[in-house]
């Protein structure tokens, strides 16, 4: 059993940035894919980036593209989230997951943090 804990979120104005960052403890981490998703009020959860296991391959969202950055330190069993030129419509809690390599889904969830970006 994988646990997730999410940490970094807050309240940042448009255009700056936030780094959030997921340690993951109970399970082997490296044998893991790990994403971010976020759900806003009212909407459904989105996926928002992914990274394999071993850092061979990153996927993004289309609305992320180029502002925000997914990595990982397996020593460190965490996975990042670096998010830069935010905008209001980035406010969301943002969720880490755990997923075997091999399949779309995932397998563990975190509790999740909440960004909030002002106008």
């Known amino acids: 059993q994988v646990q997730l804990v999410e940490s970094g979120g807050g309240l940042v104005q448009a255009g700056g940035s936030l780094k959030l960052s997921c340690a993951a403890s109970g399970g082997t981490f490296r044998n893991y894919k790990m994403g971010w998703f976020r759900q806003a009020p009212g909407k459904e959860r989105e996926f928002v980036a992914a990274?394999?296991?071993?850092?061979?391959?990153?996927w993004y969202a289309n609305s992320v593209k180029g502002r925000f950055t997914i990595s990982r330190n397996n020593a460190r069993n965490t996975v990042y989230l670096q998010m830069n030129s935010l905008k209001p419509e980035d406010t969301a809690v943002y969720y880490c997951?755990?997923?075997?390599?091999?399949?779309?889904?995932?397998?563990?969830w975190g509790q999740g943090t909440q960004v909030t970006v002002s106008a």
């Open positions: 997951a755990a997923g075997s390599d091999y399949r779309l889904d995932y397998d563990y």
């Open positions: 990274v394999r296991r071993n850092s061979d391959n990153t």
